[in-house]
């Protein structure tokens, strides 16, 4: 018996070794790979905070005007800006030991080991903060051992490399609350339409208590859960010592008010902008789709919003309801190239199709302007003469022919000067220059301009058959209202990642590109199309303006048989026009051929309201003579009309007009007797 005890005894004292020796092979093991795991997550260093953020779209004042929008709202904010009782509502809610431990809860990890087993199943969990974060930015949320042992090295790395603030900012970023809201800043404008560092404590215990469960404990869900969750956040900070339990029962009272919608939940402002911003960032930008998308951009674009609106509810008002006519228009600062207004379009959500910068039409007499430019370069002047008359071209050996013909076949059958046929809009003055220069030169000075699009080596070219696009010709106008300097147009300013560094800036760069003594000779020619006192042989292109004009423009307006523009500058502010059928349809009523000019006049008069008529400066190089328009001659005392003309200096006329010497009246006029001064004294005395 005694044997038999003593061998039991034996085997318990073996099996117990045993145990021991594996008990301390494995916390060996396990100790190892601790430290092994330890030192691989310290040798692959910080993981990479790549989290999905709603890239934003600012105006030029700083308003939000429209996000990237994938059906996730992600906004990110500095710790420091979020509500400090949400953090602490978080934190006791969550993960009350957060700033003591080193990523893991070791006590919630054995329980919930425990309940496991207990279940054969996951079926409780354990997740400190830092756990959450990491499964938010790197992994899946399946409930499996695979999946926990991969947030374990995440956390462990997370943990060693970043600090327990970057850490707890991170979660409250990313962490869902419901509804498409990703992190506090998107749930707290859209739970309460505020932003994070505003919330009450009744608001931040309410919105802890939503991602438990965001179907569940959202108060759009079920107002009744959402209230039972809200007393158990205010429990656990009352036991954490967080808040006392007066201050948790008057939250618990507080009655809430609830928005349920997305800061940004609209289409956006300026629609066809943003899609043109969109485009800059990709393709001059180079930034790819998920950048753009989820990136977390803040981009401060160059639109001024009340000119903005000024543009679309004039082409609104201005447009028939009833007409399938469509609009593109362009506003842009001409100093800088800054696009204040762009209008791609009547209806965006029916047609997306940006016609300010996609589409391509023929800018018709709008061309002009840089023919002409093309010919001051070359020796023209305003008073330079050709005749008017209806004329036929032949090219190639008397084998091709062309015939250009002005609005309602109506010809001087005279000379007129250059200045003369840019306000009158004379197509044969046009095409005779053109050719004159060389049908290379208008082309090659186009791309001076800026004018990107392919132009055809033709005599009509001169009347603007190419194609160009509405954004091209407000861009070549700039360049005449800044006396020649380059610009091109500008959209976007600065753009920002999601960590408030500038990854980009626009740079201005400091170029001319025309001589600003012919700029500023054709701007002043430009002011013609509206100068009442120019005689010839037809009305002035703006004639039907100028009652309503309330300062000095320069301006042009274009029509073809399918397309009617109007673009024109002050020294502040160029606009662009383009209306016409999708489809290239004739324009035929006579009200749709005036909607560009309208819609031209009453956004520069309303744009402009606010700020001074500033007339346009002549430029160094230039000189002002008066001149008898009719003939371009220097203006004598008997001539009817007198236009104050510029010229680059030693190009203006030195002949006075003859043509009016028979008007002169000249009287002999009799010598008058001088009246006598009386002295002082006999004016004081009347004597």
């Known amino acids: 018996m005694e044997l038999m005890t003593d061998q039991r005894f034996r085997k318990t004292i073996k099996y117990l070794r045993a145990l021991i020796f594996i008990g301390l092979a494995g916390l060996a093991l396990a100790t190892i790979v601790y430290f092994s795991l330890i030192g691989y997550a310290k040798l692959q260093g910080p993981p990479e905070l790549a989290v999905p953020q709603s890239t934003l779209y ?16 992600r906004y990110w904010v500095s710790l420091k800006d979020i509500s400090p009782h949400l953090i602490d509502a978080t934190i006791s809610i969550e993960d009350k030991s957060f700033f003591a431990h080193n990523g893991f809860d070791y006590k919630r990890i054995a329980g919930a080991a425990l309940a496991d087993v207990k279940a054969m199943s996951k079926v409780q969990g ?20 695979k999946r926990k042992a991969v947030e374990a090295f995440y956390t462990l790395r997370l943990e060693m490399n970043y600090s327990k603030d970057e850490i707890l900012e991170g979660y409250l970023n990313t962490i869902y609350y419901g509804n498409g809201a990703y992190g506090v800043q998107a749930a707290s404008r859209y739970y309460f339409g505020k932003d994070a560092k505003d919330l009450s404590l009744a608001e931040a215990s309410m919105l802890a208590g939503i991602p438990k469960g965001p179907n569940i404990y959202s108060p759009f869900a079920s107002m009744e859960k959402a209230k039972q969750r809200q007393q158990t956040v205010l429990y656990t900070m009352k036991a954490n010592g967080f808040i006392d339990e007066l201050t948790a029962e008057k939250a618990k009272i507080e009655n809430l008010q609830l928005v349920g919608k997305h ?25 790819d789709d998920r950048t753009i998308s989820l990136g977390g951009l803040k981009v401060y674009t160059t639109l001024n919003l009340e000119q903005q609106e000024i543009a679309e509810k004039t082409i609104s008002n201005m447009i028939s309801s009833d007409s399938e006519i469509q609009a593109g228009f362009v506003a842009m600062n001409p100093k800088n190239g800054y696009v204040k207004a762009l209008v791609g379009g009547r209806n965006y959500e029916e047609s997306p199709f940006n016609r300010a910068v996609q589409a391509v039409r023929q800018p018709g007499s709008t061309m002009k302007p840089l023919l002409y430019y093309a010919a001051l370069e070359n020796g023209f002047t305003p008073s330079s003469t050709m005749k008017s008359q209806l004329t036929t071209f032949k090219f190639d050996d008397d084998r091709t022919e062309y015939t250009p013909h002005n609005f309602n076949n109506k010809y001087a059958n005279a000379d007129i000067t250059m200045a003369q046929a840019l306000a009158l809009s004379d197509n044969v003055y046009a095409v005779k220059t053109h050719l004159f220069l060389g049908e290379e030169t208008l082309i090659e000075t186009a791309k001076r301009f800026g004018i990107t699009t392919k132009m055809a080596k033709v005599p009509s070219l001169a009347l603007g058959t190419s194609g160009v696009r509405v954004i091209e010709m407000a861009n070549a106008y700039s360049m005449l209202a800044n006396g020649g300097k380059k610009v091109e147009p500008i959209l976007i300013k600065r753009v920002e990642n999601n960590r408030g560094d500038v990854i980009y800036e626009y740079q201005p760069e400091d170029a001319e590109v025309l001589k600003p003594d012919a700029a500023s000779v054709m701007t002043h020619m430009l002011t013609g199309i509206f100068d009442k006192k120019l005689n010839g042989y037809a009305s002035v292109t703006g004639s039907t303006l100028i009652k309503k004009m309330t300062r000095p423009y320069a301006a042009k307006s274009g029509t073809t048989e399918t ?42 008069e309303k744009a402009l309201d606010n700020e001074p008529a500033k007339k346009f400066k002549a430029a160094k190089g230039t000189v002002a003579v008066y001149v008898d328009p009719a003939n371009g001659k220097l203006a004598a005392d008997g001539c009817p009309v007198k236009r104050l003309t510029y010229y680059q200096t030693g190009t203006e006329p030195t002949e006075y007009c003859t043509d009016h010497l028979d008007d002169v009246e000249f009287k002999e006029e009799k010598p008058q007797k001088k009246k006598e001064k009386k002295p002082w004294y006999k004016r004081l005395f009347g004597n």
């Not at 940004?264 to 930008?285: E, I, T």
């Not at 009617?564 to 349809?585: C, E, F, H, N, R």
């Open 58 to 73: 600012f105006s030029d004042d700083g308003t939000v005007i429209g996000e990237s929008n994938s059906g996730q709202k």
């Open 563 to 604: 397309d009617s523009w109007m673009i024109g500058y002050t020294p502040q502010l160029v606009s662009a026009v383009w209306t016409g059928y999708d489809k290239g349809k004739p324009i035929e009523l006579p009200v749709e051929k005036s909607y560009a000019k309208n819609i031209w006049l009453d956004f520069m």
């Open 126 to 145: 354990a997740s400190t903060i830092t756990q959450q974060y990491a499964r938010n930015l790197y992994l899946a949320h399946e409930k499996t051992w």
């Open 263 to 287: 800061q940004n939940d609209q289409l956006g402002s300026a629609p066809y902008f943003q899609d043109a911003v969109r485009n800059a960032l990709k393709k001059s930008l180079n930034f």
